[in-house]
């Protein structure tokens, strides 16, 4: 039962720092969207789009991430409550 109640606390701290990746993410997208349209000179367009793209990827793959460490926390929950009943 502590063994299930360890692995289960591991997976809430990384869902915790998943989450926080996801925002810097976000934060990043929107200072670089805030950049685009504050820019008074032209600006390489494609390359914004690039870069933008990239850093919603990578927010993308820890949603995946964090769903599936949810997913593992559903898990460990149902065996714990399987095993106290």
């Known amino acids: 039962m502590q063994d299930i109640e360890s692995k289960y606390d591991g997976f809430a701290v990384e869902e915790d720092t998943l989450i926080q990746r996801i925002g810097v993410c976000n934060d990043c997208i929107e200072v ?38 949810r997913l593992e926390k559903s898990l460990l929950e149902r065996k714990f409550n399987s095993l106290q009943t």
């Open 32 to 69: 670089i969207l805030k950049y685009v349209s504050d820019k008074v000179d032209p600006i390489h367009i494609l390359t914004a789009e690039d870069i933008v793209t990239a850093i919603h990827q990578i927010g993308q793959d820890l949603n995946t991430e964090l769903l599936h460490i």
